[in-house]
C-alpha cells in the first residue's frame, strides 16, 4: 500500500508557480529513487521527474528548465517546483516509487488557467 502523501496543487495563472510535496516515511522517501507522473483528463498517466538518491535528477523535455525536483531526507519530503505554468501543465500530479508497483495515493490537483 502507499504511503505517501502529495499536496502543494492549486488553480494558477499562467506564467505563475506551485511546489508541490510528497511526503512519506523515510524508508521510502530517502531509499529510492522518486517519481512525480502526471494525468492530464483523457491522457495516459507520464512521467514527469525523477531524482535519484545522489540529487540527481531527470525531467520530460516539456518541463526541462521550468521544474525542479528536489529531496529532503532529512525531512522525507520530494518537491516539485514548477515555474512558468502553461495551460498543458494541468494534470493531477502524483509521486511514486517502483516499489509501489501499480499502487498510487490520491494526488494534488494542478490547475493553470485565466
Known sequence: QVQLVESGGGLVQPGGSLTL??????????????YWYRQAPG???????YILRDGRANYIGAVKDRFTVSRDNAENTVYLQMNRLKPDDTAVYYCHYMGAGNSWGQGTQVTVSS
Open 21 to 34: 510535496s510528497c511526503s512519506g516515511p523515510g524508508s521510502i522517501v530517502s531509499a529510492n529513487t522518486m
Open 43 to 49: 491522457k495516459e498517466r507520464e512521467w514527469v521527474a
